[in-house]
T-cell receptor, first 112, second 112 residues
Framework: DAKTTQPNSMESNEEEPVHLPCNHS???????IHWYRQLPSQGPEYVIH???SNVNNRMASLAIAEDRKSSTLILHRATLRDAAVYYC?????????????FGAGTRLTVKP | NAGVTQTPKFRVLKTGQSMTLLCAQD?????MYWYRQDPGMGLRLIHY???????AKGEVPDGYNVSRLKKQNFLLGLESAAPSQTSVYFC???????????FGQGTRLTVV
């Protein structure tokens, strides 16, 4: 799977929007962009994923650059509960193993 | 619908003891995975399975064995526990290639 690059940490104020960036310059045409987050003392949870078009769900929005070499996870109004480590991961449908390898992610701190 | 359930949630072992961690999913998923997460670190893939009766090694397989005799269950075994295996273990499942992962709540294992 192609690699991703994320900042180690970010800070946000409560009730403000947060933009979490991810660079994936070696992405292939069929790679899906997935985002997961891990709250303290919990297992990772799925946030959102997309291929080419921007995506929205109840948790977040995913903005994908036109050349697909970067993407941004947008939390529209951060809450204290959004403090977590956020992982950006590329998933390839051709990968027979369907395995998922985690990087270090971005640790988001939300200040009240 | 329970999703992914891990048993037990906590365990303390003495060096040299053996144990089995059970992961059960009720979503009829083909793919299942075992990860470990050491304090302050990201998740690392131990073993995985792409279907009933199949298993394969991940990034850190040494000291562990796995079995997938039934589609819904994925067992992780430690034959002779070592302090280096003190970690939080997460199980995950996925229904299709490049599909979202569902994670269990984790098993916190301490080897003394």
């Amino acid at each position: 799977d192609a690699k991703t690059t994320q900042p180690n940490s970010m800070e946000s104020n409560e009730e403000e929007p947060v933009h979490l960036p991810c660079n994936h310059s070696t992405i292939s045409g069929t790679d899906y962009i997935h985002w997961y987050r891990q709250l303290p003392s919990q297992g990772p949870e799925y946030v959102i994923h997309g291929l080419t078009s921007n995506v929205n769900n109840r948790m977040a929005s995913l903005a994908i650059a036109e050349d697909r070499k970067s993407s941004t996870l947008i939390l529209h109004r951060a809450t204290l509960r959004d403090a977590a480590v956020y992982y950006c991961i590329l998933r390839a449908p051709e990968n027979n193993n369907n395995d998922m390898r985690f990087g270090a992610g971005t640790r988001l701190t939300v200040k009240p | 619908n329970a999703g992914v359930t891990q048993t037990p949630k906590f365990r303390v072992l003495k060096t040299g003891q053996s144990m089995t961690l059970l992961c059960a999913q009720d979503m009829n998923h083909e793919y299942m995975y075992w990860y470990r997460q050491d304090p302050g670190m990201g998740l690392r893939l131990i073993h995985y399975s792409v279907g009933e009766g199949t298993t394969a090694k991940g990034e850190v397989p040494d000291g562990y064995n796995v079995s997938r005799l039934k589609k819904q269950n994925f067992l992780l075994g430690l034959e002779s526990a070592a302090p280096s295996q003190t970690s939080v273990y997460f199980c995950a499942s996925s229904g299709y290639r490049a599909g979202r992962f569902f994670f269990g709540q984790g098993t916190r294992l301490t080897v003394v």
